[in-house]
């Protein structure tokens, strides 16, 4: 099972600051990770699948990078609907897992 | 609009089995894979498994196998994920989702709002 470690686990930003959130996974996946943001009592939301391609309707201040075993999620001036939990999610290999998750706070 | 929902919360005693629901709509149904993923309170994400709603074919995570039962009935768009033997820690919110299934990537693009199934004595 591929082990996935996200850091930190909480991230305090000011609004307007930059934030970088941090995937490690215990084998490569070349680029078959995706992020999701999750708010109290909701869903998790797809941002960002293939490492970097943002999914509908995310904005364009939200950047993926990374290959192999390491990954960013860049957030580039952070608006106040961007405070939630980020989630890393591999599906290169079997089973599906995700990082524990990094809460990106208000400052 | 493209929307995956879910049956409503429910209580279960230990060693019941429990039925969660999710029906697809605006979408063919049988073109996606629907995944099932729990959550624990404060906790993160659980991969349970998944079920090609065409074929009726699974797959599961070694934790659930045996446990775990992915089902669909293709004539309402419906899938369903029974769980049995419930113990306390089967207390978590469960959630149905949409495999992409795009250009070669399989992240999960549409959620339902999620299950609650708690499990007490």
């Known amino acids: 099972e591929i082990v996935i470690t996200q850091s930190p686990a909480t991230l305090s930003v000011s609004l307007g600051e930059r934030a970088t959130l941090s995937c490690r996974t215990s084998?490569?996946?070349?680029?078959?990770l995706a992020w999701y943001q999750q708010k109290p009592g909701q869903a998790p939301r797809l941002f960002i699948y293939g490492a970097s391609t943002r999914a509908t309707d995310i904005p364009a201040r939200f950047s993926g990078s990374g290959s192999g075993t390491e990954f960013t999620l860049t957030i580039s001036s952070l608006q106040s609907e961007d405070f939630a939990v980020y989630y890393c999610?591999?599906?290169?290999?079997?089973?599906?897992?995700f990082g524990q998750g990094t809460k990106v706070e208000i400052k | 609009q493209v929307q995956l929902v879910q049956s409503g919360a429910e209580v279960k005693k230990p060693g019941a089995s429990v039925k969660v629901s999710c029906k697809a709509a605006g979408y063919t149904f049988t073109g996606k894979y629907i995944h099932w993923v729990r959550q624990a309170p404060g906790q993160g994400l659980e991969w349970m498994g998944r079920i090609n709603p065409n074929s009726g074919g699974t797959d599961y995570a070694q934790k659930f196998q045996g446990r775990a039962t992915m089902t669909r009935d293709t004539s309402i768009s419906t899938a369903y994920m029974e769980l049995s033997s419930l113990r306390s820690d089967d207390t978590v919110v469960y959630y149905c989702?949409?495999?992409?299934?795009?250009?070669?990537?399989?992240?999960?693009?549409?959620w339902g709002q999620g299950t609650m199934v708690t499990v007490s004595s």
């Open positions: 989702a949409r495999e992409m299934a795009s250009t070669g990537h399989h992240a999960f693009d549409i």
């Open positions: 999610q591999q599906y290169n290999d079997w089973p599906r897992t």
């Open positions: 084998q490569s996946i070349s680029s078959n």
